[in-house]
Structures are given as structure tokens and as C-alpha cells.
């Protein structure tokens, strides 16, 4: 599934700014196959918008093919899904993006019947699917019935009941994240660079500093030390510094002794 093609397909998109945007939501998500199906402008590709929308995902555009004809769109996609708001009477079944990705990976994964799988009805293909297709309708006009009568589902975004309208480079956004995540997903955050702390040598050498320290300024007293310095050494070591918090706890230090000498 993680390696399975993947491509998004647009119908007679009318906004060059659409293009670009889809060409950036795709590029997020990890994907950059896109295919236009007798767009409004034949040049959308090169149009000043079409690439400042695009935010710098130019590499997708530069892939992207156009094409006359849906069925040419089609060629080698084993699974295809419509994104329609309205149920049709006629056709595919209408499942939420996440519902129908979660019922095809249960069922890529086993040959043994498992919960939700059940629940795709016609929707459920014959595995294994080797490539991923995701149809858009035109932003004017949607998705003509007969295109979406070619899918073998068709998705449907969840949203207000009363305020569905979603913008087309939204909603390839929300299908290219759900379909993201069905897959795997990326890992969040920046990886945690490796930490390498202070040796025993380098924190006693710094307690010596720290004890001339706080010897010049009067905060240890040296005819009582009481136990000041065995509980600075144990904080200091629960605290697992770093060699370059080290230097800056000496430079304190130094600091420290240098103002104690000036006032004498």
C-alpha cells in the first residue's frame, strides 16, 4: 500500500490558481502525479497564477499531463474514487475518505473477512489494486453523473450539512492528507538530534570553578560548607549537562569572581 501509484485527476478545471494550489497540496502530502482533463486554459501549466500558487511544488507541475479525454486520464488506474457531496441513485456507494481508505487497507491485509469490511459493499475491490486513482469535478459544475458512475466510490468530504461548498485545492487537500495517513503518514516534528553530555571531568572541573565562586562572594563559607557542595554536584548531575552548559556555567563562574574582585 505505502508504495501503491497514486494520482489525482481534475475535470475541466476553469481557475489556473486551482492548479496551483493542487499542485502544492499534492506536493505536502508526498505526491505529484496530477493529470488535467481539458482544462479552461490549455496553457494553465506556464500561467502566472497556476505557478505562484503552486508556492514552489513547480516540480509537480512540470510532471502534470494534460489530456482531452477522461479515459485517457484513466489509463493504469486499477482503483478509482470520485469526490462527490451529493449521493446519486445510481452508482457508486458514498463513504467518508477515511471510512472507505481504513475498509481497503483491512482488506488489503488480509484474506479473512475483518470489521469494516464488510461495510464496502460494491465499493470493495478485487485486491491487489496496484495504483490509486481520485477524480475532482470541474469547480463551475461539479462531477457529471457519468463520471462519477465510472468510480468505484465516490468520497465524501464530512462537513456542515449546511455549508458543504468546499473550495477544489481544499478538498484535494483534505482527500491527499486522508489518503496520506492511510498509508502511513509522515513523521511529525524535526528528528531529535543526538545529545551527548558532559563526562564526570568536565562537571567536577566546573564544581571547582563554582566553588571559587561562591567562596568570593561570600555564599560558602568555607570554616562550615555543610553539604553545599555534594548537593550542587547531585543536582548538577540530575540535571545532565551538555559540554557547551558547562561552559556557560563556568563562564558564571568566572563572571562571578571577576565583579567579587572588582569591589575590593
Not at 497564477?49 to 484513466?74: C, F, M, P
Not at 564544581?207 to 568570593?216: D, S, T
Not at 562550615?224 to 556557560?248: C, S, V
Request: charged letters at 20%.
Amino acid at each position: 500500500m505505502a508504495a501503491m501509484r497514486t494520482r489525482f485527476i481534475l475535470i475541466e478545471t476553469s481557475h489556473p490558481g486551482n492548479v496551483g494550489a493542487a499542485a502544492r497540496a499534492l506536493k505536502v502530502m508526498g505526491f505529484d502525479e496530477m493529470v488535467l482533463v481539458a482544462p479552461r486554459y490549455s496553457n494553465v501549466l506556464r500561467k502566472e497564477e497556476t505557478i505562484q500558487r503552486a508556492s514552489g511544488a513547480n516540480d509537480v507541475l512540470d510532471k502534470t499531463r494534460i489530456v482531452d479525454t477522461l479515459e485517457e486520464a484513466l489509463d493504469g488506474i486499477s482503483h478509482l474514487c470520485a469526490t462527490a457531496m451529493t449521493p446519486r441513485d445510481f452508482g457508486p456507494p458514498t463513504r467518508s475518505p477515511r471510512a472507505h481508505f481504513e475498509g481497503l487497507l483491512a482488506q488489503g491485509g488480509s484474506n479473512v473477512p475483518q470489521a469494516g469490511v464488510s461495510d464496502l459493499g460494491s465499493s470493495a475491490p478485487a485486491w491487489p489494486i496496484s495504483s490509486m486513482g481520485f477524480l475532482f469535478g470541474s469547480e463551475r459544475f461539479g462531477m457529471k453523473n457519468e463520471d462519477v458512475y465510472k468510480c468505484h466510490v465516490a468520497l465524501s468530504i464530512p462537513t456542515h450539512p449546511q455549508f458543504g461548498s468546499l473550495n477544489l485545492a481544499a478538498a484535494i487537500q483534505l482527500v491527499a492528507y486522508e489518503w496520506r495517513l492511510a498509508l502511513g503518514g509522515f513523521p511529525v516534528g524535526s528528528p531529535v538530534p543526538e545529545v551527548h553530555l558532559a563526562d564526570a571531568a568536565q562537571v567536577a572541573g566546573m564544581l571547582g570553578h563554582f566553588e571559587k565562586a561562591l567562596l568570593e562572594i561570600g555564599f560558602l563559607d568555607p570554616a562550615a560548607p555543610k553539604k553545599l557542595m555534594p548537593r550542587l554536584n547531585q543536582l548538577f548531575n540530575r540535571a545532565g549537562l551538555t559540554p557547551e552548559e558547562i561552559h556557560i556555567l563556568r563562564g558564571v563562574a568566572k563572571a562571578m569572581i571577576e565583579a567579587a574582585q572588582a569591589k575590593r
